[in-house]
T-cell receptor, first 116, second 113 residues
Framework: AQSVAQPEDQVNVAEGNPLTVKCTYSVSGNPYLFWYVQYPNRGLQFLLKYITGDNLVKGSYGFEAEFNKSQTSFHLKKPSALVSDSALYFCAVRADTGAGSYQLTFGKGTKLSVIP | KAGVTQTPRYLIKTRGQQVTLSCSPISGHRSVSWYQQTPGQGLQFLFEYFSETQRNKGNFPGRFSGRQFSNSRSEMNVSTLELGDSALYLC????????????FGDGTRLSIL
């Protein structure tokens, strides 16, 4: 079975500092990896994805993520955090669960707080 | 393009009742998935529909069911509501292909009294 782990329930970072939100995954086969952000009382917004190729992928709002196959990780990063980045972040993985069936599995989420 | 629209935004029901939630996907998207979000369990996959057929199903009891219409709009039904069904129910649509990101609506918040 595929799974996603976000080891930190909460990450606090000062405004202007770099931020990292960690994600590791477990799948059979090649993964498709995604990051989403959720603001209060809203649905999830897509940030970026990794399909294949370059291990560093760039997404919306200045976010980027680094795919590391040997460590099965896909950490989300941003060089300079903004107060408006404060939200709940979800990592997700999609892989073949058998017979060509794909299912999107989410991590538990990490609450990011950017302190002014 | 208009985003994913879910109606209603809020619902209050009592135990034993049933409820139907509606989702209109982004135009052109034929895949619609449903998720349940709770503070304790996080985001859990309910089911996915593609071209009116259920393509994937999560580990939820049979009280949870869904369907998709020819225009890709989808409904989710929960029968015999339990207190534990209180949650935010999210619908997401996407183009076909596992590499395609899902686009979410703002959800229906269901409260069971």
């Amino acid at each position: 079975a595929q799974s996603v782990a976000q080891p930190e329930d909460q990450v606090n970072v000062a405004e202007g500092n770099p931020l990292t939100v960690k994600c590791t995954y477990s799948v059979s086969g090649n993964p498709y990896l995604f990051w989403y952000v959720q603001y209060p009382n809203r649905g999830l917004q897509f940030l970026l994805k990794y399909i294949t190729g370059d291990n560093l992928v760039k997404g919306s709002y200045g976010f980027e993520a680094e795919f590391n196959k040997s460590q099965t990780s896909f950490h989300l990063k941003k060089p300079s955090a903004l107060v408006s980045d404060s939200a709940l972040y979800f990592c997700a993985v999609r892989a073949d669960t058998g017979a060509g069936s794909y299912q999107l599995t989410f991590g538990k989420g990490t609450k990011l707080s950017v302190i002014p | 393009k208009a985003g994913v629209t879910q109606t209603p935004r809020y619902l209050i029901k009592t135990r034993g009742q049933q409820v139907t939630l509606s989702c209109s996907p982004i135009s052109g998207h034929r895949s619609v998935s449903w998720y349940q979000q709770t503070p304790g369990q996080g985001l859990q996959f309910l089911f996915e529909y593609f071209s009116e057929t259920q393509r994937n199903k999560g580990n939820f009891p049979g009280r949870f069911s869904g369907r998709q219409f020819s225009n890709s709009r989808s409904e989710m039904n929960v029968s015999t509501l339990e207190l534990g069904d209180s949650a935010l129910y999210l619908c997401a649509s996407s183009s076909d292909g596992p590499w395609q990101p899902q686009h979410f609506g703002d959800g229906t918040r269901l409260s069971i009294l």
